[in-house]
């Protein structure tokens, strides 16, 4: 269909632009994704809170930074 939106950003509709809602979906999208635990090894490690990480494997609670455990590159 035309116009249809699909993703994370679908909610947005029309609003706010194509290159925030791209942006928007980026950062959203890598804080929600499942990371590898580096105690346990698991891909378990999901957001609690902004900069609050927790596997769901072993329970192991640790800072990180808002949108991704640890730096990228």
Not at 23 to 42: L, M, P, Q, T
């Amino acid at each position: 269909m035309v116009g249809e939106k699909h993703g994370i950003a679908k909610g947005l509709g029309p609003r706010y632009g194509s290159t925030l809602r791209k942006k928007w979906a980026e950062v959203v999208g890598s804080a929600r994704n499942s990371y590898v635990c580096d105690r346990c090894g698991a891909r378990k490690v999901r957001r609690v809170s902004v900069g609050i990480w927790q596997c769901r494997k072993c329970g192991f609670k640790f800072a990180g930074q808002a949108y991704a455990p640890k730096a990228e590159g």
